[in-house]
């Protein structure tokens, strides 16, 4: 996916709380594959959040994950896309596409990520009845 297809899509979504940089990675992600995974993402932030659109955010962000750093989240340039809401995101859980593990969020989320590509993701409590979930696309040079 391109950058400017991204941005499309970031304003398309105004109905949530978008944040950006000011620029924006490609991906190697398919358009189609990443709007499942992004529909997903907000139909979870959705259940949570008691159908609050605009309390829920949208974040965009380009990421390094230095190999010094990486452990189970791999090294590389990624763009991180991320969904914040109200509502009981517990347990935190991580999804890497080559083990299995309880499921990540939904099961439709999970197949969604499978399908496109995504090189990792989790789930955070931010507490004061907040979470967010997080998925990691691999960028392009």
Request: net charge negative; proline share 5%.
């Amino acid at each position: 996916m391109l950058a400017i297809e991204l941005e499309g899509v970031l304003n398309a979504h105004a109905f949530l709380r978008v944040e950006r940089p000011p620029e924006l990675w490609d991906t190697a992600v398919e358009l189609e594959a990443f709007l499942r995974v992004l529909g997903e993402m907000i139909a979870a932030a959705l259940v949570r959040s008691g159908q609050q659109l605009g309390e829920i955010t949208l974040n965009a962000s380009n990421v390094t994950v230095d190999p010094s750093a990486a452990d189970s989240v791999p090294a590389g340039d990624f763009l991180a896309i991320t969904i914040r809401s109200r509502g009981d995101w517990s347990p935190e859980a991580t999804w890497l596409p080559d083990r299995s593990a309880p499921t990540f969020v939904s099961s439709d989320l999970e197949g969604a990520l499978a399908g496109a590509g995504a090189a990792y993701g989790y789930t955070r409590v931010l507490g004061g009845d907040k979470g967010s979930v997080t998925v990691l696309f691999a960028a392009t040079a």
